[in-house]
Structures are given as C-alpha cells and as structure tokens.
C-alpha cells in the first residue's frame, strides 16, 4: 500500500488508528472521578503529542540515520513558528501560507546552518549545531526584537494588515483557521460517564503526522536512508570507496530542519504566539530525549518519546502537594505527611526529577528505547525463536 | 519496491477501519461546549468554580511562584470561609460572604509557567481545557503575563496578572480580558525621582545598566524620563543579556564615565548579580563630581533583598506593597499568612491574593461568571482595604491606581524579613498618568470575549 512493505504499511495503519482515537483512548478514567487528572485527551495536550511527534520523527532522521547528534533543532522550530506567526500578521489566518512558510525557511536556515556545521562531525557537530541555536536565540531575544517581538513573544494584535481576510477582523482578535474550519473549535461528547473533545485542531495535527510518519518512513527504507545508515556506521570506509557523504548527510540535516520548521509551524497554527525560548538549548535538548527516550532509529519511538514526554510536562507537573495529601488522606495524619513529604519532590514542580531518573532507567537498562522495551516484552511471549527476528541496523550503538 | 497484496476480504476490512477512524470526529455532533453551559467557556455547573493558578515553579522566579501560590491557596480557603478571613474584613466591597463565590465551594488547579511563555500558555491551555478553570490568575515576568493574558483573552476567561511590571501590560498588549494590580515601570519612575531628586540632589549624572528585554526597555525608559524631569543627565545606557551573571566588565566603565549615580534596571538574579559586582568593585565608597556615587535599584523585591544580603544597604527602590505597611488591609493579610505559614508574605504574594478576592467580588456583584459581567463589574472599580490604600482599577487600560512604595534596602535590619524599610508613600495622583500616554500606546483593549 502506498510503496511500503507489508509489514511498514500494517505498522502506519495502526498509528493511524491509534492517532484518529486518541481523543478516546487518552480519556481512559471517566470525567469526574479522581483519576480524571491523568486523562491526556484534552486538545491542546494532544495537539501537542502530535506535533513533538513530528519534530522528533525529523530529527530522527538526522540522528536515528545518520548518527549526528544535533543540539540545535529547537532553532528551525522557533524559526518556523516565527514564520508562520508572520503570516497569519500580513497575510491571513488560513494556515495554509502560514506552514508552507515556515517548512521553507526552515529548510533555507538548516541549509545554511548544515553547510557550516557538517563540515565536522562527532561532538564538534553537536557543538556548532548549539552555537548556532543559542545564537538564533540570543538574536530573538535582544537584537532581533523588532521582528521577533522579543522576551514576550511574537503575537497577533487587532491592527495588522493581514492583506487576504482585513475584512473580516471585528473587535476582537482574528483565530487561526483552515478554509473556515477554526483550529481551537472543539466537539465535546459525552458517552456514559465518559467526555471527549474533539478538535479540529487536533485533527489537523494528526493527520499531518501521519504524513511525516509516511515521508519518514519512505526516507528509512530508500536507497538514500541506507546510505544514511551506512554514514552511521562507519563513515570513513564510505569516504574511502570514494564515495562523497557530505550531500547525503546536508540533505538529511535539511530534511529534518524541515520537518522542525513543519512542527514549529503548526505549533503557532494551533496557539498563534512564537516565544524566543522555544529556541533555546533546553529546548534543543528536550527533542534528544524525546528521540533516545523512544528509540533513535525506530520508526515509532520518537512519537512515543515525545508523547512520554509532553505527558509528564502537563500532567505529572500539576500533581501538587494538595492532591497528594488526598491521595493518602486514608493514612493517619502524622503518617500522610511524612509520605508526602518523602514522594513530593517526584511530582509537581519536581516532573524533571522524575523524568530524569526514568531517562536514566531506559539508557542503562533499555538501550534501544521504549520501542526496545516493548520489542523484548513482545519476545517473551512469542513462539518463535528470537534468532528468527529481522536484522534490524537500527539498534546498532552510535560511533 | 512494494510487496503488499491485499485479499478483497482484507482490503474491505482495513477501508472501513481506516473510514471509521477518519469519519469519527463528524458521527458526534454532539452539543458544542458553550451552548451546553450558558454562553460562556467554563461555565461553572455543579456546587464548585475552579480558579487557575499559573505560576513559576520551575526556573528563576521558582521561589516568587511559591510565594504567590501559598498566597492564592489563602485567599481560596477565606472565600470559602476557613481560617480567619484574612482581608474579606477590612475589604471595603462587602459582597463576599465567605460561602464561596456566588455560592459554590472554591476549588484551584495549579499550573506552572516556567516563566517562559511557551509553557505558560501551556499550563493554562490546559487548566482552561481540562480542569475548566474559570479565571488564571498569577505569575511573575512580563512577557509571560502578556502571553497568558493574549490567551485568556482567545479563550474567553478573565486574566489577573501576577507580578509583572513592564508598561506594556497594560500598555501596547492590553488587553479586555485581562486585569492588573500590580504597579508598573512608569509608576517606579514618577515615584523615585523626586525621592531621588531630594536625596541625591538635581544635577546628578545617571549611568543606566538594563537587562535586554522587554521589561528593562520599558524600565529604563521611564526612569530614563522620570529622572530627566528632575534636572538629572543620563551618562549612557548599556543593555546587558539577560543570561549574564557576571557583570564586572560592564562595571568597569562606570567608573571612567563621569557617572555618579548607577541604575540597574535588573530583577531577580540579574540584579542581585549586577548589585553585588558594583558593591564588589567598591562604587559605593567612591565619591565622583564631589558628590557620593549612589545606586539605585528601580524594582525591589524582598526575594532579590535576601539575596542581595549586605549590599542593598541604603539602595533606593520601589515596590507595590510591603508587610511593614500599617494599614488594616496589610495587617490582616500579614496576620493570615504569618499565622498559617510562619512568616510574612511578600508583595507578589499579596498582588495574587488581592487579584482572587478582587476577581472573586466581582463577580458577586456582577451575580454571574460570564467575563464580559466580571470585566464590567471590575472596570471603575474603586476599592480600599487589600493593603494598598484607596485603590481604582481605571476602565480604560485594566490598571490598578494606588500608592506606590519607595524603599530603601535597612542599615541595621532586627530580623530576617526587615530587610527594606519604607522610605515613602508615594500618593496615587502622583503616579497617575493619562491612558494615551505615550509609554502605553499602541494597543487597543478590544472587546471583552466570553468565549465561545
């Protein structure tokens, strides 16, 4: 189906499925019962999902294929994001332009950015690829303010031009649509004791990560992604059977700066406002975690990194002394506060911590990622030998 | 390269799983959220209302956030009626009756803002969609109140700021959902240059260090006006990044420059920094033009106080609010906080509880939560008793007018929590300044949005 081995195409159908019912799957505990608070199906959360899905399926393609390790992707997402806000401040609200736009001038900014820093590899890659993003950052946030808006971020204000649709703006501020259909309109249902939202905008996020998960999939099993991989391998024997790697590795850098500017996009399609930290280090880092939580390599484990990931940031980080002194109001009082006390500095405010140790769990136990997790979980209980497996380069350890 | 081959039976299996799938968000087309709830987002249904409590926990102001989420949690249990009331007492709007808001229970979900805009907007996308939160209410910095109050204002909820002091809050972002009360950078200037002016003199010469970014602009720009008005020079300005932590080698060429007076339009972190680099290199004990070199530090807060420690002895400031004050708002909000937490509160503190009762009261007198209600009720509203005095939130930009504080960091501090004394009260009409002014152009409130 579509070009792609059986096996790759059952595998893209079931995240489409999955991804078409996650307003359902992700509101697993019925609204209003104590568990609701870890329900993840509300729309900004899953647009979110979505959209770190994306980045982190690029930027696998760049460190998953080809081993280099770049610290500074966050730039051509807050790039991107800077473009589309413009374009929905002169042009109009559809978001269409918007994304077109900013996957272009992700696309020219990596270009540049990879020319420069490919001509390294190894750590000083990973470094100039963090100068360069630290610098973009500093740049948005002081000298570039007048197009960047600066520490408060790039926003929409009631008297823009926006050339195509100035007609339509009345008193309050324009929303970010597709041909009509607003991103933040959403259907909530209710089913028994169940609710679920709905949203456009979610939907439009999704279905464009289907795309990039199709795109990124094509791109792994060319002869281009087996060309990336044998960079990732061992460079030097390539460069020895006279083979020029810099083409392939520049074009891989741009297709990933690409796919960050489509995230950094759709990110200000959904919430029109580009703040400059969304360039910064931390940032940058955040999408390496996301990618290695997962599984570099894998075709599915950066979703799941990223979605790990988004969850703890707005879930686990709202888990606040008060709801855990109910958790354990069964406990006498003496007892329930030394138990929260011992547990608080894991939740709430303390999400990091935890997301830490658990990253260090996975690098030390789970080499492969949670793909690899669920891979070997899977092993046990199947029939055939484990010798029977398709070779697989991708859980190969990085030079 | 494909090697797929589907059997009809598999083909037909797969299409309508994948319809299905693609055809699921169109089967519902069930009631949308407004019209199920009365016209405006979140409506509150059963026998609660949920509050939004956005604030740094995480990241630079991690400690201010505390502080001002300890301070919400107060003013939810005096709206529910626990404790002592704290200032529904002295509250000169007797519209609460300590049952709640309107008659439901008060309940707060917590969010936090990492003071970075991106992950503010976040926290309260998520407040608003998943807990439906009615009102965000808090923060420190600028930028992020104005990206939350950008969003509050899509959403259709009411926004009371937190600690944020850039004019353009309610300035060039104004805003019509969103309200402040804390003071802003115009209010520091046009109260500390005449206290400047009578301390150190009028032929001053001022050398301007600015954190680069929205907030120091603004800042330096006022006190930039403010002291010029008095007579004084500005020597230079430099502007600083904001990541910087060591700022000796903008120091250095304060010396050679001919200045005798420094401000440092820096918060938190910069502050304390760049203070303690000027103190380091001995400016105070310095005499230039014949006259004591001074520093002067625009925006106090007790927190870069503590952690300045020594070296704000004698440093001019400004602040909304301090504990120390002796009126009956402070003393019965000092009163609840000492009792319950064991020491006094600070101003970002006392700004959010203000802002919970404040919100909470409008809405009692406008009987509903609809925001376009709230924001009338709120708009003109004068109001003493919350510690700052007699108090007017001005219709026409969403700014709270009230005293402001000069301070000045204690010689010989008794406790731990005296380390500013209040140098003067700086009346209101002396702060007040025309909604067009130039420092605040640019932006439009709009209209009030319920949402949809």
């Known amino acids: 189906m579509f070009g792609l081995e059986k096996k790759d195409a059952a595998l893209l159908l079931i995240v489409a499925v999955v991804t078409l019912c996650a307003p359902i799957l992700l509101n697993p505990f019925p609204a209003g019962s104590e568990m609701a608070q870890f329900n993840a199906g509300y729309p900004d959360l899953m647009q979110r999902f979505a959209i770190y899905g994306i980045f982190a399926i690029g930027f696998n393609i760049l460190f998953g294929l080809t081993g280099y390790l770049s610290f500074g992707h966050a730039a051509f997402l807050g790039v991107g994001s800077y473009s589309a806000v413009w374009m929905f401040k002169l042009l109009s609200m559809n978001i269409i332009p918007g994304i077109i736009l900013s996957v272009i001038v992700a696309g020219l900014f990596s270009l540049v950015i990879g020319f420069i820093s490919l001509r390294r590899s190894g750590i000083y890659f990973s470094i100039l690829t963090l100068a360069f993003a630290q610098m973009s950052y500093n740049l948005a946030y002081s000298v570039l303010t007048p197009i960047t808006n600066g520490e408060t971020g790039l926003q929409l204000s009631l008297n823009d031009p926006r050339v195509l649709d100035a007609a339509r703006t009345t008193g309050s501020l324009p929303v970010t649509t597709l041909f009509g259909a607003e991103m933040r309109s959403a259907t909530s249902v209710q089913f028994g004791v169940w609710e679920w939202q709905f949203s456009t905008g979610f939907y439009v996020s999704a279905v464009l990560m289907l795309l990039a998960l199709y795109l990124a999939i094509r791109i792994f099993r060319s002869p281009f992604g087996i060309m990336l991989r044998a960079v990732k391998s061992n460079q030097n024997r390539m460069s020895y059977t006279g083979l020029n790697v810099r083409p392939y590795t520049l074009a891989a850098f741009v297709i990933s700066g690409m796919y960050a500017g489509l995230a950094g996009g759709l990110l200000a399609a959904m919430d029109p406002l580009a703040g400059a930290e969304r360039m910064q280090w931390t940032a940058s880092g955040e999408v390496v975690i996301m990618t290695i939580l997962g599984g570099a390599g894998t075709l599915l484990g950066p979703i799941i990194g990223a979605g790990f990931i988004k969850y703890f940031e707005n879930i686990f980080s709202k888990i606040n002394d008060n709801v855990l002194h109910d958790w354990f109001a069964f406990l006498p009082d003496g007892l329930n506060d030394f138990v929260v006390t011992v547990i608080a500095p894991f939740f709430g405010d303390g999400w990091n911590l935890t997301m830490g140790l658990m990253f260090m769990a996975v690098v030390i136990f789970l080499p492969g990622g949670l793909v690899d997790g669920a891979r070997r979980i899977g092993r046990l209980f199947r029939r055939k030998p484990a010798g029977a497996k398709r070779p697989d380069a991708a859980t190969k350890p990085a030079e | ?222 006190m930039v006006k403010a002291t010029e008005a008095v007579g004084w020079e500005t020597v230079n300005t430099v502007l600083t990044p904001l990541a910087a932590t060591d700022f000796s080698s903008y120091i250095a060429p304060v010396l050679n420059s001919g200045a005798d007076v420094l401000v440092l339009n820096h918060y938190g972190g910069n502050m304390v920094n760049s203070l303690t680099n000027a103190v380091q290199f001995g400016l105070l004990d310095k005499q230039v033009n014949g006259k004591d070199f001074a520093i002067v530090v625009p925006l106090y807060s007790e927190l870069m106080a503590n952690g300045a420690g020594e070296n704000i002895k004698g ?99 008794t406790n731990p929590y005296d380390t500013l004394e209040i140098v003067e009260v700086t009346p209101v009409e002396q702060v007040t300044y025309a909604p067009d002014h130039p420092m605040f152009a640019g932006g439009e409130l709009g209209q009030c949005n319920p949402g949809a």
């Open chain 2, 1 to 222: 390269m494909s090697k797929l081959h589907f059997t009809r039976r598999r083909l037909i299996g797969t299409g309508a799983m994948a319809g299905a799938g693609l055809a699921m968000p169109t089967i519902f087309t069930g009631a949308s959220w407004a019209q199920s709830q009365g016209g405006f987002t979140n409506a509150p249904t059963g026998g609660t209302v949920t509050l939004g409590f956005n604030v740094p926990q995480t990241g630079p102001y991690a400690d201010e956030g505390k502080d001002e989420l300890l301070a919400q949690q107060l003013a939810v249990e005096h709206l529910n009626g626990q404790g002592d009331g704290g200032c529904l007492n002295t509250f000169s709007s007797k519209a609460l009756k300590g049952n709640g808001i309107l008659g439901k229970k008060v309940q707060f979900v917590t969010g936090d803002t990492q003071t970075k805009s991106d992950a503010a907007r976040a926290a309260a996308k998520s407040m608003i969609e998943k807990d439906g939160a009615v009102m965000i209410n808090g923060g420190s910095s600028s930028g992020v109140a104005v990206a939350v109050q950008g969003l509050c204002q899509e959403a259709g909820i009411i926004f009371m700021a937190g600690l944020t002091h850039s004019n353009d809050t309610t300035g060039k972002d104004k805003k019509a959902n969103g309200f402040r009360h804390f003071f802003n950078a115009y209010m520091s200037g046009a109260a500390l240059a005449p206290v400047l002016a009578n301390t150190y003199g009028k032929d001053r010469r001022a050398y301007h260090l600015t954190a680069d970014y929205t907030w120091g602009w603004t800042q330096q720009e006022s």
């Open chain 2, 315 to 413: 440093v001019l400031g400004s602040m909304n609010w301090n504990w120390q004050l002796q009126d009956e708002g402070t003393k019965a909000f000092v009163k609840s906080f000492g009792e319950k937490y064991g020491r006094p509160p600070s101003n970002s503190a006392q700004t959010c509880y203000a802002q919970v009762l404040l919100y909470a009261d409008a809405v009692e007198r406008a009987g509903t939560f609809n925001p376009c209600g709230v924001g009338e009720a709120l708009e003109g509203f004068e109001f003493d008793g919350l510690g700052n005095g007699k108090t007017l939130y001005r219709a026409d930009d969403h700014q709270c007018f009230k005293d402001v504080l000069v301070v000045r960091g204690n010689q010989n501090p």
